[in-house]
């Protein structure tokens, strides 16, 4: 690809970009807020700093729902932003975008039309599957025909693979990942404490106290409003608590885990049990998760460094080596019947 290339995920939760020229890589979150319905007021990390806590006349939201585009207008917006705050302008430039693979073709298609119908004056856009830039991302030889288990657990999906000779054999989206456990964590802490807590304050006590095995005995201190009273309280939540909380989310991704592995080729099954499976996504981080997946399943569980950014790093990967371009496609245009 020309220098000036670009690899783009865009999650549900972070937007990562990364440009071959400089090196340059942004992860910030996906948020963005809009001012009496048109002034861009924020983005980013500062926009997310203001979730939950601005006024009527600031509209703070994810663009993005369950890995697919929602706000095609707001996340054009938020590209342009990006783009401009990693190397300085909208220049034009080669750009390689991740999209789910168990969506629809015009699901996919949005995640192409973003750049292309942007005022940033693209000269080639492709896409490539996430699960095949997951693994480039982990280090893995995705043209081998050695078959290999992806799981990665998103903000609002989980999406489980398996791949092999560069192409996806079996892919399957749940509609459960990090902000699913972080309302079931508000939930509990509702019924059990009559305590209110907002998504931010679930998510730190997810990132303090969750474990999937229940090994732990932490406690934390959560802040947020009384039910009875209406005043501010706080509460120690306790980890125990916590498990509870996200339990049956976890063992709903085991459950897709083991279907996926029951519709797997034996083949491919024998190339899995001797290399494992490849967890990455934020919620990876989750305390043992890696011990209750070899416990439900008997697979080694294999976790690189920064498991949220192996797309990116694997989108880096694919844009920078000339032999990776076959692992990129540009997605059908739509079809119209007169």
Same mark, same amino acid.
Request: aromatic share 6%; glycine share 8%; net charge negative.
């Given at each position: 690809?020309?220098?000036?290339?670009?690899?783009?995920?865009?999650?549900?939760?972070?937007?990562?970009?990364?440009?071959?020229?400089?090196?340059?890589?942004?992860?910030?979150?996906?948020?963005?807020?809009?001012?009496?319905?048109?002034?861009?007021?924020?983005?980013?990390?500062?926009?997310?700093?203001?979730?939950?806590?601005?006024?009527?006349?600031?509209?703070?939201?994810?663009?993005?729902?369950?890995?697919?585009?929602?706000?095609?207008?707001?996340?054009?917006?938020?590209?342009?932003?990006?783009?401009?705050?990693?190397?300085?302008?909208?220049?034009?430039?080669?750009?390689?975008?991740?999209?789910?693979?168990?969506?629809?073709?015009?699901?996919?298609?949005?995640?192409?039309?973003?750049?292309?119908?942007?005022?940033?004056?693209?000269?080639?856009?492709?896409?490539?599957?996430?699960?095949?830039?997951?693994?480039?991302?982990?280090?893995?030889?995705?043209?081998?025909?050695?078959? +290999?288990?992806?799981?990665? %657990? !998103? *903000?609002? /999906?989980? &999406?489980?693979?398996? #791949?092999? =000779?560069?192409?996806?054999?079996? @892919?399957?989206?749940?509609?459960?990942?990090?902000?699913?456990?972080?309302?079931?964590?508000?939930?509990?802490?509702?019924? +059990?404490?009559?305590?209110? %807590? !907002? *998504?931010? /304050?679930? &998510?730190?006590?997810? #990132?303090? =106290?969750?474990?999937?095995?229940? @090994?732990?005995?932490?406690?934390?201190?959560?802040?947020?409003?009384?039910?009875?009273?209406?005043?501010?309280?706080?509460?120690?939540?306790?980890?125990?608590?916590?498990?509870?909380?996200?339990?049956?989310?976890?063992?709903?991704?085991?459950?897709?885990?083991?279907?996926?592995?029951?519709?797997?080729?034996?083949?491919?099954?024998?190339?899995?049990?001797?290399?494992?499976?490849?967890?990455?996504?934020?919620?990876?981080?989750?305390?043992?998760?890696?011990?209750?997946?070899?416990?439900?399943?008997?697979?080694?569980?294999?976790?690189?460094?920064?498991?949220?950014?192996?797309?990116?790093?694997?989108?880096?990967?694919?844009?920078?080596?000339?032999?990776?371009?076959?692992?990129?496609?540009?997605?059908?245009?739509?079809?119209?019947?007169?």
């Amino acid at each position: 690809m020309a220098q000036h290339a670009y690899g783009i995920d865009i999650g549900t939760s972070n937007f990562k970009i990364f440009s071959v020229a400089n090196k340059k890589m942004i992860n910030e979150k996906n948020v963005i807020a809009i001012k009496n319905k048109k002034e861009i007021y924020s983005f980013g990390d500062p926009a997310f700093e203001m979730y939950e806590k601005a006024p009527a006349n600031i509209d703070v939201s994810y663009p993005v729902k369950f890995g697919v585009i929602a706000d095609i207008k707001n996340m054009g917006t938020l590209f342009e932003c990006f783009l401009q705050k990693l190397n300085g302008q909208n220049n034009g430039g080669d750009f390689c975008i991740a999209v789910p693979t168990d969506i629809t073709e015009v699901e996919k298609r949005a995640f192409y039309d973003l750049i292309a119908e942007s005022k940033v004056k693209s000269k080639h856009i492709c896409v490539v599957e996430k699960p095949i830039a997951d693994a480039v991302g982990v280090g893995l030889d995705v043209e081998s025909p050695k078959g +290999k288990l992806i799981i990665d %657990i !998103g *903000s609002d /999906t989980t &999406e489980i693979s398996v #791949i092999s =000779l560069g192409g996806i054999v079996l @892919s399957k989206i749940i509609k459960t990942g990090g902000h699913k456990l972080d309302d079931t964590i508000c939930n509990i802490v509702r019924k +059990k404490h009559n305590l209110i %807590i !907002g *998504s931010k /304050t679930a &998510e730190q006590l997810k #990132i303090n =106290l969750a474990d999937a095995i229940n @090994s732990s005995d932490a406690t934390h201190v959560a802040y947020g409003r009384n039910i009875v009273t209406g005043l501010p309280a706080m509460q120690d939540i306790s980890s125990e608590l916590v498990y509870q909380a996200i339990q049956e989310c976890l063992h709903s991704i085991m459950d897709s885990v083991k279907m996926i592995l029951e519709r797997t080729p034996p083949e491919l099954s024998a190339d899995i049990i001797e290399a494992g499976c490849y967890l990455t996504g934020g919620s990876a981080l989750i305390h043992n998760i890696d011990a209750l997946i070899t416990k439900e399943t008997g697979l080694k569980v294999n976790i690189c460094d920064a498991p949220s950014e192996a797309v990116i790093r694997g989108l880096a990967e694919i844009i920078s080596n000339d032999k990776l371009h076959g692992l990129t496609f540009v997605p059908r245009e739509k079809q119209y019947n007169d």
